[in-house]
């Protein structure tokens, strides 16, 4: 679906990218993560062929993105985290829209806005940020495109419009279809994707499934304290301390996406060497 290799990206003087190598695949949601300013929505663009690798090669459903072609267009949408819509209704928005998207399905359409609550006779300036941001992420979703970009699509969302958010992107996902999430608010994406990407200043300091998260690390509150003190990470809470640390006994934990994404960023190197040991043995 997506093949990244040895990408540098620079913007005039600042690097952003230098030599970053990533593999996707249909049918997952994946999760990037990473403080504002680190990458995210500069990889999105490059996936999505609105910018232009300086060297090193992007490859999407087997086009150049910034070649632009139309069968690449057409099966591509994103979901960006700035936008602007034109003072129009809803439907005058679908009919100068949804045309270049030949799998567009109206019905979907009108379900998902259902789902939100949008009220379809309004203009879409009328609306308020987080309204129209529903109406885009319904658009995207009703296009059925291949591959579904979407750069911070939580921010401006109420607490229970993520949750409907989480719900309808849960139920589009299918084999054929891969859904690229970044974020910073890692929260949002708890119980939704299923392989987890972090980015800090330009670089890949993670790369993992949900599964193998869950396999090799445990999250928990902790009131022992050698366990406390040979943890990957540890934070006070009110319960104790909460830790991730690894799962040497093969607990069953939830998964806190925060707790795993404080880990990486602060203590990365300890982080991955759990998942090269635990590959070395499998060796």
């Not at 209704?89 to 379900?111: G, H, I």
């Not at 928990?220 to 301390?241: C, D, M, W």
């Not at 994404?261 to 300890?270: D, F, P, Q, T």
Request: charged letters at 20%.
């Amino acid at each position: 679906m997506i093949n990244i290799q040895n990408l540098h990206f620079s913007y005039k003087k600042r690097k952003v990218f230098n030599g970053l190598s990533l593999s996707l695949k249909a049918g997952h949601i994946y999760g990037l993560l990473g403080k504002n300013g680190t990458g995210k929505s500069t990889l999105l663009r490059n996936m999505g062929g609105l910018l232009f690798p300086d060297q090193g090669s992007v490859s999407v459903l087997g086009f150049e993105p910034g070649k632009r072609q139309p069968a690449f267009l057409q099966n591509v949408f994103m979901v960006a985290e700035e936008f602007y819509l034109p003072d129009v209704t809803v439907q005058k928005f679908v009919k100068l829209n949804a045309s270049f998207y030949p799998n567009f399905n109206q019905e979907q359409f009108r379900q998902y806005l259902n789902e939100f609550e949008i009220p379809q006779e309004n203009t879409l300036q009328s609306m308020s940020y987080g309204q129209k941001k529903k109406v885009l992420i319904s658009f995207g979703l009703a296009c059925n495109t291949a591959l579904l970009l979407m750069d911070e699509p939580t921010n401006g969302l109420d607490i229970m419009s993520k949750s409907k958010f989480r719900k309808v992107i849960a139920g589009a996902i299918n084999d054929q279809k891969c859904i690229v999430i970044s974020t910073h608010q890692v929260k949002d994406l708890e119980s939704l994707i299923d392989r987890i990407t972090i980015i800090d200043e330009g670089q890949i300091l993670f790369d993992q499934t949900i599964e193998a998260i869950n396999r090799q690390l445990q999250f928990k509150i902790s009131f022992n304290h050698e366990e406390v003190r040979e943890a990957l990470y540890k934070e006070p809470s009110l319960q104790g301390t909460a830790i991730v640390a690894a799962n040497t006994e093969g607990d069953d934990t939830k998964l806190d996406l925060e707790l795993l994404y404080k880990a990486v960023v602060l203590n990365g190197e300890s982080v991955r060497a759990v998942f090269n040991n635990q590959y070395i043995e499998q060796l």
